[in-house]
């Protein structure tokens, strides 16, 4: 069974640094894009930012040159370096990643999310 398990959220000031880290444990044989989506009180999941398996990056408009998305595929995890934080930043944040359990089979997969909260 594939596991995703994140860590490292928390509560943080304004203007704070947080990382996020997400591994993934249990029988596969490829990781493919990861990601990271946040999901605020009221409001719908919407995608942070996103890392191919060859490290080509994408980020939503408000967290570009704030936020850092990074993967190591020998630990299998995927980071969020989170700088700058602001309030509207609060959120649950999900790690998420397009595994390969076996040939031509490939299942999204999501961690159990992870809190952040910016404030004074």
């Known amino acids: 069974q594939v596991q995703l398990v994140e860590s490292g959220g928390g509560l943080v000031q304004p203007g704070g640094s947080l990382r996020l880290s997400c591994a993934a444990s249990?029988?596969?044989?490829?990781?493919?894009?990861m990601g990271w989506y946040r999901q605020a009180p009221g409001k719908q999941r919407e995608l942070v930012a996103s890392i191919t398996s060859g490290g080509s990056t994408n980020y939503e408009d408000s967290v570009k040159g704030r936020f850092t998305i990074s993967r190591d595929n020998v630990k299998n995890t995927v980071y969020l370096q989170m700088n700058s934080l602001k309030p509207e930043d609060t959120a649950v944040y999900y790690c998420?990643?397009?595994?390969?359990?076996?040939?031509?089979?490939?299942?999204?997969?999501w961690g159990q999310g992870t809190q952040v909260t910016v404030s004074s």
């Open positions: 998420n990643a397009d595994i390969g359990i076996a040939r031509m089979t490939t299942f999204a997969y």
């Open positions: 249990g029988r596969f044989i490829s990781i493919n894009a």
